[in-house]
């Protein structure tokens, strides 16, 4: 039987105590210290500790993916919106990596000049949901408006920053009770993403080649956006699930 090891009820119950620096070190020891095990039995298998560190590198590389997998999608796919919206003077490719970042910014500082401590499970499962909300609308705005779809893609993006933000906040502050392995997995997870996409989007040009006044060209776009909006919402939901479990 392994104890299910809940590590966001206990940070949140460390953040209301003391914080100090002999606290936080002797967390990290029982965090990460290899844990001799007491019995023949356990000397054969991995003991609950660590069972539970492996969890947490596998979760903090899953919450690498997720911070940085939608906003690869949405320069992985720039061209389904600038295939509508250029017509109208109207420039994606500059203006969405602006506004994503606009609330994302302000959302980071305000969690690291914010001295509250936040319920961070409450809070990453509302992100997640409002990320896969916006993911599902962004490409199924454009269709009913086409070139009139700017702004209201303009808006979604705007909005997205904020749950990234909000998750990346929650990264700052979750990290600072883990040692620095935690970090070197969260950031590979981000390498992944960035993988991910690549590898998904020459998959959908593969499937849905897009050859600029065929026929096919439009459907094949629309096509090739879905798979790869798909395939990001699915992945988002497996990372969401993994983070809030563990």
């Not at 509302?126 to 909300?133: G, T």
């Not at 883990?178 to 989007?201: E, H, L, R």
Request: charged letters at 15%; proline letters at 4%; glycine letters at 4%.
């Amino acid at each position: 039987y392994i104890q299910k090891f809940d590590y966001l009820k206990i940070i949140q119950n460390i953040k209301k105590s003391t914080k100090t620096d002999i606290g936080i070190s002797s967390y990290n020891n029982f965090i990460m210290e290899k844990t001799e095990p007491n019995s023949l039995t356990e000397s054969k298998s991995l003991t609950w500790t660590e069972y539970h560190r492996f969890l947490i590198k596998i979760s903090f590389l899953f919450f690498g993916v997720s911070t940085l997998l939608v906003f690869f999608t949405f320069l992985a796919d720039l061209d389904y919106f600038d295939y509508y919206q250029l017509t109208n003077n109207q420039n994606p490719n500059i203006v969405y990596p602006f506004l994503i970042f606009t609330l994302n910014i302000i959302v980071q500082f305000f969690f690291m000049l914010s001295k509250k401590a936040f319920p961070l499970r409450p809070i990453l499962i509302y992100s997640f949901i409002a990320q896969i909300i916006i993911l599902i609308f962004m490409p199924l705005s454009v269709l009913p408006f086409r070139a009139k779809s700017f702004w209201l893609t303009s808006a979604l993006v705007l909005l997205f920053g904020a749950p990234e933000g909000t998750v990346i906040g929650c990264f700052m502050e979750l990290v600072s009770y883990f040692p620095i392995d935690c970090v070197i997995y969260f950031s590979t997870g981000q390498a992944v993403a960035a993988v991910i996409m690549n590898i998904v989007k020459y998959i959908s040009l593969g499937c849905f080649p897009v050859i600029e006044g065929s026929k096919n060209e439009e459907k094949n776009l629309i096509y090739g956006t879905l798979l790869l909006f798909g395939v990001t919402l699915l992945t988002l939901v497996v990372c969401f699930v993994i983070v809030i479990s563990i």
